[in-house]
């Protein structure tokens, strides 16, 4: 509903798709063939621009009542994420399907949400090697190239970043759940939101962090979240090496503004 929106805002590509949104209304998950129709029209609409495709994504902050979660005493730490579809095999190989199928189509990229560490990164590729096994026995047609990221959104990814980076094809950073695990700060708690602080020297290093495994490995990193689409923070998100940045609609053109109006050279000093 948003990409005609997002186009006349001056969009070139669709950096964060929450397929979560597929999945919320209904009392039993989408099949492969209805996932497949909304990716495959985003796709299309988007055209010749990428898009992201985050699988799914529920847990923690991120509430989709259709989908029985159980009661956990830190949700925030709990069955969340990729976590939550590495748990249920059948549902993320429906995905991943969907997710491919729509890649035949247009430029797609594929992201799991909520990566740890590299046995689970690896794990999640493993999957989605089966799932390209089954539509190749089958003739159905996918991008074999199509580009494999993750979300770095966890203080432990951040600090092997060099080592995920060598398995994938693109970072891109969470910031909003990456301060709050970084700076141990829920930023929807009213007594303690003041802590919350995107420039917090914590923040920055574990974006360099980033950033450096990024270059030294090749690979382009992008930033989701709030901290992408805030003018204030635009010119040191440049410095740090940052090449895409995942916005509101609303938000494209003032900072398009900024990137206009500034040398990248003077950015990285």
């Known amino acids: 509903m948003e990409i005609s929106l997002a186009l006349s805002q001056g969009t070139e590509g669709v950096g964060l798709m929450r397929s979560e949104f597929l999945f919320m209304g209904r009392t039993e998950p989408p099949d492969e063939d209805e996932q497949f129709s909304a990716y495959l029209e985003v796709v299309e609409r988007m055209a010749p621009h990428p898009v992201t495709i985050r699988t799914l994504d529920v847990g923690g902050d991120k509430f989709v009542p259709e989908i029985n979660l159980s009661d956990e005493m830190n949700p925030a730490m709990g069955l969340r994420g990729i976590r939550f579809s590495l748990n249920e095999k059948q549902m993320f190989n429906v995905q ?12 797609v990229r594929v992201m799991f949400p909520m990566i740890t560490g590299v046995a689970e990164l690896r794990e999640c590729l493993m999957r989605l090697e089966s799932a390209k096994n089954e539509l190749r026995q089958e003739g159905v ?58 420039l917090h020297p914590a923040v920055l290093r574990a974006l360099s962090l980033i950033c450096e495994a990024a270059e030294k490995n090749g690979i382009a990193v992008s930033m989701c979240g709030e901290m992408a689409g805030d003018p204030l923070y635009t010119l040191i998100l440049l410095g740090l090496g940052i090449s895409e940045l995942s916005m509101n609609p609303s938000g494209i053109p003032r900072v398009k503004r900024i990137l206009r109006q500034v040398d990248k050279a003077v950015s990285e000093e």
Request: hydrophobic residues 45%.
């Open 96 to 107: 991943l399907r969907a997710i491919l199928r729509a890649s035949a189509h247009g430029p």
């Open 141 to 198: 047609a996918f991008d074999e190239e199509m580009p494999v990221g993750i979300m770095i959104e966890t203080p432990s990814a951040a600090l092997i970043a060099d080592q995920l980076a060598r398995h994938v094809d693109f970072f891109s950073i969470g910031t909003n759940d990456l301060i709050q695990y970084c700076l141990a700060v829920d930023r929807a708690n009213e007594h303690i939101a003041y802590l919350y602080e995107p």
